[in-house]
């Protein structure tokens, strides 16, 4: 059986050991995930995205 994706949400902390244990392209699919689908503008996706990864580890 297939693990779940993780998501992610800017508007709660992640479990630390959970995030931390993900591999770091999970996670930055992950960010991206989250603001591809939320519409928002956030200029450069893929700066985005690296700057929430860098943050949340």
Known sequence: M???HPTYNPQSAPNAS??????ETQRIKAVAT????????????????ALHVVVEN
């Open 34 to 49: 989250f603001h591809q689908l939320s519409h928002e503008p956030c200029g450069n996706l893929q700066a985005h995205t």
């Open 2 to 4: 297939a693990k779940p």
């Open 18 to 23: 959970t995030w931390l244990a993900l591999p």
